[in-house]
């Protein structure tokens, strides 16, 4: 018989899901928090009054923008070209990276919503499908990056 241990793993092994440990929460589960924020924060500044709806007392925008900064700094600072890079150096290269991405990424979605027509449905679908693809463009530079990394 399989120890509750075990049976955890076995639990989250079928859903995908890593095991819960210090480092999975901080470059697993950190990052991945960070990518639903960032995708909330699409829609937020694409299409503000679905998020009033939701949330209507209070503006979450700082709130998903501080997740979406956390989890993509965890994400890079976890990386295998910053790995024999000082501390203090790597911990201000993701700082810029996770800035410049999620501060980059609210521009060209203020830019995208000023220009496409005022439609709640089409707001939302070009938020989502821009967020998703600024973030898959992203992963994939850092993966190239990750790559020319000679171990």
Same mark, same amino acid.
């Given at each position: 018989?399989? /120890?509750?241990?075990?049976? #955890?793993?076995?639990?989250? =092994?079928?859903?995908? $899901? #890593?095991?819960?440990?210090?480092?999975?929460?901080?470059?697993?589960?950190?990052?991945?928090?960070?990518?639903?924020?960032?995708?909330?924060?699409?829609?937020?500044?694409?299409?503000?009054?679905?998020?009033?709806?939701?949330?209507?007392?209070?503006?979450?925008?700082?709130? $998903?923008?501080?997740?979406?900064?956390?989890?993509?700094?965890?994400?890079?600072?976890?990386?295998?070209?910053?790995?024999?890079?000082? #501390?203090? #150096?790597?911990?201000?290269?993701?700082?810029? =990276?996770?800035?410049?991405? /999620?501060? =980059?990424?609210?521009?060209?979605?203020?830019?995208?919503?000023?220009?496409?027509?005022?439609?709640?449905?089409?707001?939302?679908?070009?938020?989502?499908? /821009?967020?998703?693809?600024?973030?898959?463009?992203?992963?994939?530079?850092?993966?190239?990056?990750?790559?020319?990394?000679?171990?």
């Amino acid at each position: 018989m399989a /120890s509750k241990g075990e049976e #955890k793993v076995s639990c989250c =092994g079928k859903l995908g $899901l #890593k095991p819960l440990t210090g480092h999975n929460i901080l470059f697993y589960y950190a990052p991945l928090q960070g990518a639903l924020s960032y995708s909330a924060l699409s829609v937020n500044v694409m299409n503000p009054s679905l998020i009033l709806r939701v949330f209507p007392k209070r503006d979450i925008t700082n709130m $998903l923008l501080i997740h979406t900064l956390v989890g993509s700094g965890l994400y890079l600072y976890n990386r295998p070209h910053l790995q024999a890079v000082p #501390k203090q #150096k790597r911990v201000l290269y993701c700082t810029f =990276g996770a800035v410049s991405f /999620s501060l =980059g990424s609210v521009l060209i979605w203020a830019i995208l919503r000023s220009v496409i027509p005022q439609n709640v449905a089409l707001c939302t679908v070009a938020g989502l499908s /821009s967020g998703l693809a600024l973030m898959k463009i992203g992963c994939s530079y850092v993966d190239h990056v990750d790559s020319l990394v000679k171990n």
